[in-house]
């Protein structure tokens, strides 16, 4: 079983593609949290697994991360775009 992890660096809006993020400007968000995206792959039909303790290699402060488990039929970049697209939905 393949787990994708997605740091919440990929969603931030304060952040650049070149320091992380993974998705447009547009679509990004403004400091997401963990418990948000774990939210949003739920919605879109996958396994979330938070791990809080965890932190992404061009941070210094952990903001934990959020092993999506079972999409093994989505490749990174449309679960990571599918999720950024909930994230917003939740936040209205």
Do not use: C, H, W
Not at 20 to 44: F, S
Request: no cysteine.
């Amino acid at each position: 079983m393949i787990e994708n992890v997605v740091y919440p660096a990929y969603l931030d809006a304060a952040y650049s593609r070149s320091e992380g993020r993974r998705v447009p400007l547009d679509e990004a968000v403004e400091d997401p949290t963990v418990d948000e995206i774990a939210k949003a792959v739920q919605q879109v039909g996958y396994d979330a697994v938070v791990e809080r303790d965890k932190s992404y290699s061009r941070e210094f402060e952990p903001r934990g991360r959020v092993l999506v488990q079972g999409a093994d039929d989505a490749t990174k970049n449309d679960l990571v775009q599918a999720i950024a697209a909930y994230v917003a939905i939740l936040r209205d």
